[in-house]
Every structure is written in structure tokens, then in C-alpha cells.
């Protein structure tokens, strides 16, 4: 039995100073964490506890898939440089150095440990598929650790990998974690989205987020309430209502006006009695060649990166959305110089347009030539407006494909709030989320770079296709504090608080009392419930106020009506309080709460 007068529960009145978001204030003030430096937290016992039974049911629903391991934390730099994530990481590694002077990194994930595993020990399809996974302590010297358990330079994780023999078999690899993350998160009582997301610097193609919809979030989720659509940010699109093209003027053909001092999208529509989406925004790049050795050898201005002109076309109203463009690009942009310009557009800014300007038709076979990216909103569309490569003039009657030469279409539009959803049209909403899980197709990316070879059916060497799979363990954690909170507190899930409930007699010197709340708390336990007797010899006022601000579904207050054979039952979501006779207590709670495993 767990007696409060004998815990270490050290609840604060007042929040840490630094503390913006309300699982970092609650956490803190319900005695659940510490903290030890910026970004590092020891858990005390109530946060343990919780920690566990997360924990416990992450365990529970991957063994159903996979086979536990434990990986070592300090692995050999020479390992993330076979990888190629030594470079790619940077200061987000945690680096140090043994007595020997030999280089080690602290491990962010295990793809390189699981992927060495692999390659040493898998050598026929007949061993295959695996999905191993672990759940261990993870590294990143985050820049700005904030926001409590949100942002962290330690943290737990779950990460499982999977080996199969092809792509097939990743198919089946990746929906087995996709439902057992569903049941996870079910299961811890979240509630959550699941999003299409952007791969980024992990390489991989068909990637998802789970996410949990708060202010505290740093990300960016658009979803539509009408339909199941939800996608990051960098992937979203929505359904555009077809906007009237202008009728052409003269003999069709580009057509000069001037346009003096007038250089912005606004300026220039006002001007000519037209709509921003009868525009033509262009937006003026460069992109940094990626790295690569061979081509650099060759390049004759040795050291600087090269970099080559990518020019982008968007509707005068829309927004380039970066992410979107780098994933075209297969890498990062910056907006050109003014002597860039000039070498390109022969005119000022302000002015650029599209026409006169030979553009790659193939970005890679026509490599000295600029790249023009158009978006997709343009496409189909004619007689749009954009500048004239002159200064203070604009072009009418341009079309796309007609006057100008695109070398791709693409989407590369920021999706605002209140555009109609790409499946059902209903208006789409953008919230800020945090991603508690994130399941990613590898490919052959680290199965090729380190060299793991199996045999196929045919006796042939075939490199194993991967996936990997990650829950953040504090994640969980506050984001069921974020989504579920009050100015007193917060209440967790039974599934995954540190007790189910908390029994506090309102008065411990009157002994009828206190031993009727013993009472009451050993049958519970007995009944597989998971509680914690307030015992303290303190004011009911103070007991309650600690009740509700520690995360504990349900509270029994133990009072004067014991005599009568009852006890009040008090649900801290809902502040609701039922009479319940004591006699039916353990029915009454295997009703409302799923007992202890
Ligand atoms: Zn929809």
C-alpha cells in the first residue's frame, strides 16, 4: 500500500520561472521532474512511476512484432562515419573522447549499431524478415533545450528497425508498426492525427507522423475536420477555386506597359486594375550544389560550392513554401545577390519576369542553363502578368508553355488556413502539434552505405530494404499533460498515471475515518487498482488542492457519510462527483477503469 505521509511528492505552489507551457509548469509543481542542467531532467517518483507504464504498454504492443534488444548509448565515431551521419548530424551529436584518445558519439538513434548487427549476422532471406527494436536513452545537444520534456538533450526512446528482403516486404514491416502504433497511442490515452510527412534529412520515401494537437507544439499540422486529411505542413495542398484568366490585349503577344516606382505584387495589381492572382510572382534562387567529391575535383573554382540558379514562379497571392522546394531540389536554396541577379535578369529586382530567358528544359542534361520551377497553380493558366526584365516595366499576355518554356511544374504552394481540403473541399485548419511518434521507409540507405549483403532465394547477394520507427517516451507524457489540463493541474490517463487513484480521509485523527480509507484503499488494491492513500495529517483543503494538481484520474473522498456506508467518488476531468455506496466500490471502478495487468 502506498501511504503519501511516506512518499517523496514535492509539490510546489509556483511554477519555475522559465516554464511557458503547462506540462513544463505541472510536471515541475507535481513533483514529477527535476531539473539537473538545461535540457536534462531526473524523474522523481511519481514521474518514474508514469514513465513505467508508458513504457510498460510501448513494451507490450512491439513484442506482438518485434524482439527486444538493449544497445550500448556510446558507439565509435567511425560508425557514423560509415553511415554518413557524422557530417550530416554536426553539432547535434553529442562527440567525446576516451583516455586512449579514441573518438565516441553519444547515439541520437541506432541505425548504424542495429545496421552493424545486421551486416555481420544476416546472410539469407531465410533469416528475414526482423523488426528488433529497444527502448533506451537517446542524446542530442539540442541549441535551445526548452519547453521542460518537450525540447531535451537526453531523452527515451523507442526505435525499431526492420530488415526485409524487398520493398514488399517493408510494406508488410511498416503497416505492422503503423497499426501497433495506433494501439499504442490508443492504449495511453492520446488523442492523435496521423500525417503524411516530409522525410527529410532521414532520405526515406513513405514516411507518417503521429501527432497530438497543442499550443505547445512546435510544428505545423494541416487537417480537415470533414474528412481524415491531415498532413505536415511541408506535404499539405488544398483545393484552389478556379480563378478567371484575363482576356489577352492587342495582337496576344507579350505586351510592354509601364509601370514606374511600381515593384511589389499589391503595387503593380493595384496599378493596373488587376488581381494579385492574375499575377506572376518571381522569386529569384540559388541553390547549393550537394556535396559531391567527383564533380568537385573537376570544379575549377576548387573550395567555393557550386551553385546554380533556380528561378520560381508562384501566383502572385501564394507563398513559396521552402520545405517543398528543397525536397524538389534535393537540397536548400538563397535568395540570389543583387550582382545575381543582374547576371541573369539584366535588370533590377522588382522587375523579373520569365521572358527572354532560356531555361533548361532538363535540369540535368542542360546544366549550364538557369532552372525555372513553376507552380502547379499556374499551370493551364494564360495572359497572367509578370515583370519585364526592364526596369519600371511589367509584361501582359503571358502564358506558361507559350511564352515562356518551364522546366517543371511543381507544388510548391504554402497551404493556408480556411482552403478547401484536397479530398472533400471542407475548409482546412492549421494547428500546431506535437509529434510523439514518427515511422520512416528507409531504403537501402544504411544497408548500402555500411555493406550489408544477404542472399536471396536464387543464391544471389541482395542489399536488405530497412525501416525505422521511433516514440519519444517523454512525449507521451506531456502531451497528455498538454491536452489535458485546468488552471489546478492536470489529470493523466488511467492507463499511464502514476495511480489510478488517490483515497483521502478528510481527517486522519479521527480513526473511524482513516482505517474506513484504508480499508476502502486495500480492497482496491486487492481488486488490481492501482492507489495511493492520502494519510497526511493535513487540512482536507490542502489534500484536495494536491489531488488535483498531480495527475491522478480519481479521487474518494473519505468523510462524514462513511457513516451511512458512502464515499465520494470524484472524477478530475470533469470535477464531477457521485455518491457511491462503499460496498460497490470495486464494481463501480471496474466499470470505469480497465484493472492492472
Ligand atoms: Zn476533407
Known sequence: MHKWSELFIPTLREAPADAEV????????????????????????????????????VREEMDKIGQEFFLPALHPRELWEASGRFALMGENLFKLKDRKGAELVLGMTEEEVMTSIALKELRSYKQLPQIWYQIALKFRDEPRPKSGLLRVRQFMMKDAYSFDI???????SYKKHYDTYCRIFDRCGLKYMVVEAD????GGKESHEFMVRTPAGEDHIVSCDGCNYAANLERATSKLETWGDLAPEGDGKPLEVHTPGQKTIEEVARFLGVSPKNKIKTLALMAEAPPDKKSDKKADNAGKPRSRAIVVLMRGDHQLNEAKLNAVIGGAARPMDEAEIKALFKSPAGYLGPFGIEWAKDAKKD???PVLLVDKALEGRSNLIA???????????LTPGKDFHPTAYADLRAVTAGEGCPNCGNSLRIDTAVEIGHIFKLG?????????????KNGKEVTPIMGCYGIGIERILTAAIEQSNDENGFWLPPSIAPFQIVVTPVNVKDESLLKAATDIATRLEAAGFDVLLDDRNERPGVKFKDADLVGIPFRITVGNKVTEGTVEVVLRSTREVRDVMIATLVEYFQGVLPAKA
Request: hydrophobic share 45%; glycine share 10%.
Open 22 to 57: 503547462a506540462s513544463h509548469k505541472f510536471l515541475v509543481r507535481a513533483g514529477y521532474i527535476r531539473q539537473l542542467m538545461a535540457g536534462v531532467y531526473s524523474f522523481l517518483f511519481l514521474g518514474n512511476r508514469s514513465f513505467n507504464k508508458i513504457m510498460g504498454i
Open 166 to 172: 524487398d520493398a514488399a516486404g517493408l510494406d508488410v
Open 199 to 202: 522525410s527529410g534529412a532521414m
Open 367 to 369: 546544366a549550364a542553363l
Open 387 to 397: 515583370g519585364a526584365n526592364k526596369e519600371d516595366y511589367h509584361l501582359k499576355n
Open 444 to 456: 537501402y540507405r544504411y544497408t548500402k552505405m555500411m555493406g550489408a549483403r544477404v542472399l536471396d
